[in-house]
Every structure is written in C-alpha cells, then in structure tokens.
C-alpha cells in the first residue's frame, strides 16, 4: 500500500492498496449534491454511505451504470475542464460503454476547446486509449468528433483504420523486419503503443519527431516511433 497527494490545492490524495486506489477529497459546494453536480459523467456522480450502506443517486448515474451509457452532467462541466471531452472516448473504451447521442454532440461543439489543455494530461489520456483493447474504435470516433486533428495533422480514417489492426499484424513483423530491426523492436516495453503512434503521426519522420515533441513524449518513444516510420514500406505489406 501507498499514499500520495494528487492535488494539494484541492486537498485531494490516493491510497494504494493491493485490491485498488481509494481517492479522497474535500467536498466542493454546500452540498453533497452540488458537489455531484460538478463532475463530468452521471456514472461518476454516484455517492455511498459506508456507515448506513445508502447510495446517493440524484443524477441518475446508476440507471446509466446498467445501461453501460456514459452521458454528460451539463455542456458547462465539459467546458471547464476540456479534458473531459477526449476523457470521454477513453472511459468508453475501458469500460466498453456507449456515448450518449447528446453528449456525443455536445462534445463536437466544444472539440476546439481540446488544444488548450496541458499537452501531458492529452498524451497521457492518448496512451490510455493506445493501451485498450477497443481503443483503436474509440480513436476512429475522436477523430471524427475533432479531438484528434489538432495534435496529429495527417491523421485521416485510412490510418486510424491501421491502428486498429495492429494487434494481430505486429506479430507479423518478423517477416517483413530483419532479425536485429526486429529484435530492436520486441525490447522496446511500450512497441505497440508506439506502433500506434507511428500509424497516426505524419509519414514523414522530421515532421512526426515535430508532433511528438509538441506532445512531450519522450525521448525514447520518438526514436522508436521515427524508425518504424522508416520501416513502414515493407511494414504496411501486412495490411
């Protein structure tokens, strides 16, 4: 187990046990409801009582649960925190959920909105999708709703299209890579996260270590990500 302070401002901290994280935080707003009415999801606006076993539900959240629906509190509460737009798409994915139609649509109006968050927190967000199975899906319907132009400028459905198909193809890399192009690759212990990265970042790769560097990803993923760009002409044989 572990603790540590996510947010000392906010007076928010984590606590690490081997079963999960438990998060804690002040109540924000004059009542428990006001604080649910904050958040950016219903499913994540369910409150519980240890003590009396009751649960809170004044937004609906658990009937949304059931019906695996991820649906929006208000326009305002994506608004304050773009994050949450792109935030969307991942928590779909992880949680094999549907988006709500008008969510879905709320979240095409405010896409601009997304270039003004911190880059860390987008990467950050992007690597979760990367690493989810039904990710590659998601990432299709986050372009199409405009959260993804914005940081990679070629991205269009043809690669998106690609990223979903990684799984199966990297592990036909050994016929089309010689044995120490693809050793190099199998040692790296993010390769399908960066052969992800590659398919969705411009084809050329001075212009793709330019948007990768703008998304502060490190060092060592560029380099992988700008030598598979310079496989890829045997590489896309496989798709």
């Known amino acids: 187990s572990g603790f540590v302070v996510l947010d000392e401002q906010r007076k928010i901290a984590r606590i ?24 950016d999801f219903t499913v994540n606006a369910i409150a519980y009582n240890p003590f009396t076993e009751e649960i809170y ?16 509190i208000s326009p305002t509460n994506l608004k304050n925190d773009p994050l949450r737009l792109l935030r ?27 270039s003004k968050i911190a880059i860390e927190r987008v990467q950050n967000e992007l690597n979760y999708l990367f690493s989810e199975q039904k990710g590659g899906i998601w990432l299709i319907t986050a372009q199409e709703d405009g959260l993804l132009t914005p940081w990679f400028q070629e991205v269009n459905s043809d690669k998106l299209h690609k990223v979903v ?19 190099w690759f199998m040692s790296s ?15 050329d790769p001075d212009a793709a270590e330019v948007e990768l560097t703008r998304l502060k990803y490190p060092r060592q993923d560029i380099r992988t990500v700008t030598t598979i760009l310079r496989c890829l002409p045997p590489l896309e044989q496989a798709f």
């Open 16 to 39: 690490v046990f081997k079963q999960g994280t438990i998060d804690f935080a002040q109540q924000e707003g004059a009542t428990l409801e006001a604080d649910l009415r904050r958040r």
């Open 57 to 72: 539900d004044p937004l609906g959240g658990l009937k949304d649960l059931q019906a695996k629906n991820l649906k929006m």
């Open 88 to 114: 969307a798409y991942r928590q779909a994915a992880q949680l094999n959920f549907t988006l709500d139609t008008i969510t879905r649509s709320t979240i095409r109006t405010l896409a601009p909105l997304i």
């Open 165 to 183: 198909k990684v799984e199966p193809v990297i592990e036909q890399l050994a016929e089309f890579l010689d044995k120490e192009q693809f050793s």
């Open 189 to 203: 212990p993010n390769l399908i996260n960066q052969v992800k990265l590659a398919l969705l970042v411009s084809n």
